[in-house]
């Protein structure tokens, strides 16, 4: 390097010799220069300084012990150090020898932020038009819950000072702070107990995605096309919204909610948190099952079982269908054909059973009677009876008096005895289930007033239960009216109608 770019450090004399030391502007490199300086004067040397040329002896610790004034003489080349000292002692000028050189600085790791879940890239709409396919591409990310952490803020990492050629501290670049972006989606918590991080966390459901550096959480999962295949499963932590239909024994289930705009054929729908709305035709299968926490909504229901927290709305007809609800039924503009429904509050219907009489059974029922395990066990007791019925009719007078079997002989007699083996069994069974209804009902909270409300019609094969008591309607009653139950007479009051009111008592 040439000497004019060098920067004087220091200087120092010793005896008659003269030290000059230079850096590199960054002072990254160490340049000593050592001249006598008798023989740098331009003058001629004595007698006795030339003797004391001729018998220099400096030693290396010497000549360190004078350097180690100006700078870290661990960080010498001693190599060229014990050079420059046999130059000296023999006369010899040291012209830029580089006797030490710096180290740079390790600098500090930026903080960084670990991802704990799995994200998308985009919030868009998945497309189902082409196939199930589509199915695959919603596991390559995570669905999240509130309360989930999605990633770990990790501060800076510390680095390590370097040193110039003097032996002075080359402080570190410190590393930059990991600062990511969000939205109210998503909580900052900056001290978790016992960690050097922080952490992100969800704040609400859905799934996370990652639009350059912002971090946020997709509520709605917004799927087009048909959802089939009894293996298929969606199991999504916030809201669905579904342009198109299922079908085939298909699963969803969405937290906070399902909204389709379509219609569902043997398909299963959960919501645990929100409600479920339908706009088309809900028919159901031998597996289908709807429940959800709020509200249930749909324009016809057909053969499926819709168990609700809320009300159940059906704005066209519900047939054979069974629907349990801890609120209201509202149908003022439907019809409810067939089927058992199940209401703690009351029903309203435009039309109730229909001109063939078929048997159509509501229910005033209260919360615990108004889900689908009392509606099974319901349904369960029905059948014992319909088939004790039956199996009466074949035994004739053997039913009731049974010991006259051992009158008869033969395969008659075997035939009669299996009958009443099947016959007694049923009888057993419908016993333990009317036993469980009843601690059902004694359990249940229910509404002050409880009544069914009909804007045109109820026709013949229509019942309405209510603690234990039937109502039977034998011939087409003309509304609008309001058959309300009086708990207190136990009994049925048929009068004008009154709009739907829900005041729960224990």
Do not use: W
């Not at 729908?269 to 429940?291: A, F, H, P, R």
């Not at 409810?336 to 005033?364: D, M």
């Not at 395990?373 to 319909?386: E, G, M, P």
């Amino acid at each position: 390097m040439n000497d004019n770019d060098l920067v004087d450090a220091f200087r120092l004399d010793i005896g008659t010799l003269h030290v000059l030391g230079k850096t590199t502007p960054d002072k990254s490199k160490l340049f000593l220069s050592v001249a006598d300086a008798s023989a740098s004067s331009g003058r001629a040397m004595t007698v006795e300084e030339k003797e004391q040329q001729f018998a220099r002896n400096i030693k290396v610790e010497t000549f360190l012990k004078h350097l180690s004034r100006h700078m870290d003489v661990e960080r010498v080349n001693l190599n060229v150090i014990s050079d420059i000292v046999r130059m000296v002692n023999s006369g010899s000028p040291v012209i830029g020898r580089r006797i030490s050189k710096g180290e740079e600085p390790v600098p500090g790791r930026d903080g960084r932020m670990v991802l704990s879940k799995k994200v998308y890239t985009t919030d868009k709409t998945f497309d189902f038009t082409t196939g199930m396919s589509a199915l695959a591409e919603l596991y390559t990310f995570d669905f999240v819950s509130e309360g989930d952490i999605l990633a770990r803020i990790y501060p800076p990492q510390p680095g390590e000072n370097g040193h110039d050629a003097l032996g002075h501290v080359v402080p570190y670049p410190e590393g930059n702070k990991a600062v990511p972006e969000f939205d109210q989606t998503i909580e900052l918590d900056p001290h978790p107990i016992g960690k050097s991080y922080e952490v992100l966390i969800a704040a609400a459901d859905g799934y996370p995605i990652q639009e350059g550096d912002k971090l946020r959480i997709v509520e709605t999962l917004q799927i087009k096309g048909d959802l089939k295949g009894s293996d298929g499963l969606i199991d999504f932590t916030g809201t669905v919204k579904l342009k198109g239909n299922i079908s085939s024994g298909f699963k969803l289930k969405a937290k906070n909610g399902i909204r389709i705009k379509g219609t569902v054929d043997d398909a299963r729908l959960e919501s645990s948190n929100g409600g479920i709305d339908i706009d088309g035709k809900v028919s159901g299968g031998d597996d289908s099952l709807i429940t959800c926490e709020q509200s249930f909504r749909a324009g016809i229901v057909h053969a499926v079982k819709v168990e609700v927290k809320g009300d159940i709305i059906v704005t066209k007809e519900a047939r054979d269908a069974i629907l349990s609800a801890d609120s209201s039924i509202y149908m003022p503009k439907g019809s409810l054909i067939g089927g058992h429904a199940y209401c703690a509050c009351g029903a309203e219907f435009l039309n109730v059973g229909s001109e063939s009489q078929e048997r159509t059974v509501v229910e005033l029922s209260g919360d615990l009677e108004a889900k689908a395990s009392y509606s099974d066990l319901k349904l369960k007791a029905d059948k014992h009876i319909k088939a004790l019925e039956m199996l009466k009719l074949h035994l004739g007078r053997f039913a009731d008096n049974q010991s006259e079997v051992d009158t008869l002989q033969g395969e008659f007699k075997n035939k009669i005895e299996e009958q009443l083996t099947r016959f007694n069994k049923l009888q057993k069974n419908l016993k333990i289930l009317e036993s469980k209804i009843e601690r059902a009902r004694e359990q249940t909270v229910s509404s002050v007033n409880q009544g069914v409300n009909v804007i045109e019609a109820m026709y013949p094969g229509v019942e309405i239960h209510a603690k234990g008591m039937v109502f039977h309607c034998k011939e087409k009653m003309q509304g609008p009216f309001s058959i309300q139950f009086n708990s207190a007479e136990k009994k049925f009051v048929k009068g004008k109608y009154e709009p739907l009111s829900c005041t729960f008592k224990g």
